[in-house]
T-cell receptor, first 110, second 113 residues
């Protein structure tokens, strides 16, 4: 059974700081997705990465997929209070089954 | 317009009761899912249906029975509720392709007393 480990579990920072969160898998990802979940809401897809070494940018968010496709990082530049939420990485299989990590809870203080 | 909606938003009930959670999507998607998020925020798939046909059935107790009357609806019925069933349940939908974006509903917080 694939296990996804995210670190850190909790992160509390001041507005304007940079941060990186990590996702490591016990086996090679099929495709990796990052989601953000705000309190009281469902997760929202941020990005899908497929190719080892791939880097994708979404405004102030940079997603990197490891060359061996077993790890990924999410870097946020100049964090804002609106970035607060639970960040989840997930592997998506060829049946659409998502296997999630336990998430990183990010709090950005104004 | 709400893409994926769930009712109710909150559900508080006693152990042993039977309850249902409803899910509807207006995105024209072929596939719908149920996920369970526990108190530690761990999110785990329970079921998926494609065009009313069961595709994924994880090791979920058979007290949980999904029902899909049409491809826009996937309801979750739970019999003989137990304390451990307390969680937030999310419905999601996607097109048929396995890497297609899954759109999640707002969740139903179930509390079993």
């Amino acid at each position: 059974t694939q296990l996804l480990e995210q670190s850190p579990q909790f992160l509390s920072i001041q507005e304007g700081e940079n941060l990186t969160v990590y996702c490591n898998s016990s086996s090679v990802f099929s495709s990796l997705q990052w989601y953000r979940q705000e309190p009281g809401e469902g997760p929202v897809l941020l990005v899908t990465v497929v190719t080892g070494g791939e880097v994708k940018k979404l405004k102030r968010l940079t997603f990197q997929f490891g060359d061996a496709r077993k790890d990924s990082s999410l870097h946020i530049t100049a964090a804002q209070p609106g970035d607060t939420g639970l960040y989840l990485c997930a592997d998506i299989s060829n049946t659409g089954k998502l296997i999630f990590g336990q998430g990183t809870t990010l709090q950005v203080k104004p | 317009d709400t893409a994926v909606s769930q009712t109710p938003k909150y559900l508080v009930t006693q152990m042993g009761n039977d309850k249902s959670i409803k899910c509807e999507q207006n995105l024209g998607h072929d596939t719908m899912y149920w996920y369970k998020q526990d108190s530690k925020k761990f999110l785990k798939i329970m079921f998926s249906y494609n065009n009313k046909e069961l595709i994924i059935n994880e090791t979920v107790p058979n007290r949980f029975s999904p029902k899909s009357p049409d491809k826009a609806h996937l309801n979750l019925h739970i019999n003989s509720l137990e304390l451990g069933d307390s969680a937030v349940y999310f419905c999601a939908s996607s097109q048929a392709g396995y890497t297609d974006t899954q759109y999640f509903g707002p969740g139903t917080r179930l509390t079993v007393l």
